[in-house]
């Protein structure tokens, strides 16, 4: 079956620019994360979708971090006046049901802003 | 503060040679251990997972432990292959919120 998805796989951005950030989860998977992952570094947790509702944002780094997933299926991450320092992998994980259940990642999005 | 420290940061074996990968963890209450493979370029996937009670689990040719008494996990890879030079990444959960908390990885490469 098909796995997490995420698109687009390279994303190359102006500073001070707005980019989306799309995820699809394993379909049925109610439990939908956010990461965000520099070089030589572990994830960083981002957000975390329990159906519609962000059940925990502490991760954000900031306001021009926002994220969405109004069906409780795609999830949309979204970055406002980017940043050079917003660079990153961004991971997106589903897992079936609660928190604590396995993550599947997706391959991630790799970002640059010049 | 709930941490993970993985070492060595880096490891470079010969292929058919056996290595271990060490986690330490400061995570209160503790749920559960996982380790992860995240080969260049793809996300993280999940190899094995050890809850409170369990102290060695076994998938293929990769066994971790977990000491949980004193926050020690490790991975030991048997027979090292080419297709194992990845990142190998430690996460613990916490029992009261799930949420993961993930070392900064062992970057492995195996020469031939």
């Known amino acids: 079956g098909a796995g997490v998805s995420q698109t687009p796989s390279n994303k190359v951005t102006e500073k001070g620019k707005y980019v989306e950030l799309r995820c699809d989860p394993i379909s049925g998977h109610t439990a939908l994360y956010w990461y965000r992952q520099s070089l030589g570094q572990g994830p960083e947790f981002l957000i975390y979708f329990q159906g519609t509702g962000a059940a925990d944002d502490s991760g954000l780094p900031n306001d021009r971090f926002f994220a969405v997933r109004p069906e409780g299926s795609v999830s949309t991450l979204k970055i406002q006046r980017t940043e050079r320092g917003d660079s990153a992998v961004y991971l997106c994980?589903?897992?079936?049901?609660?928190?604590?259940?396995?993550?599947?990642f997706g391959p991630g999005t790799r970002l640059t802003v010049l | 503060k709930n941490q993970v420290e993985q070492s060595p940061q880096s490891l470079i074996i010969l292929e058919g040679k056996n290595c271990t990968l060490q986690c330490n963890y400061t995570v209160s209450p503790f749920s559960n251990l996982r380790w992860y493979k995240q080969d260049t370029g793809r996300g993280p996937v999940s190899l094995t997972i050890m809850t409170f009670s369990e102290n060695t689990k076994s998938n293929g040719r990769y066994t971790a432990t977990l000491d949980a008494d004193t926050k020690q996990s490790s991975l030991h890879i048997t027979a090292s292959q080419l297709s194992d030079s990845a990142s190998y990444i430690c996460?613990?959960?916490?029992?009261?919120?799930?949420?993961?908390?993930f070392g900064t990885g062992t970057r492995l490469q195996v020469f031939p």
């Open positions: 994980a589903s897992s079936p049901d609660r928190r604590g259940d396995t993550q599947y």
């Open positions: 996460v613990v959960s916490a029992h009261n919120t799930d949420k993961l908390i």
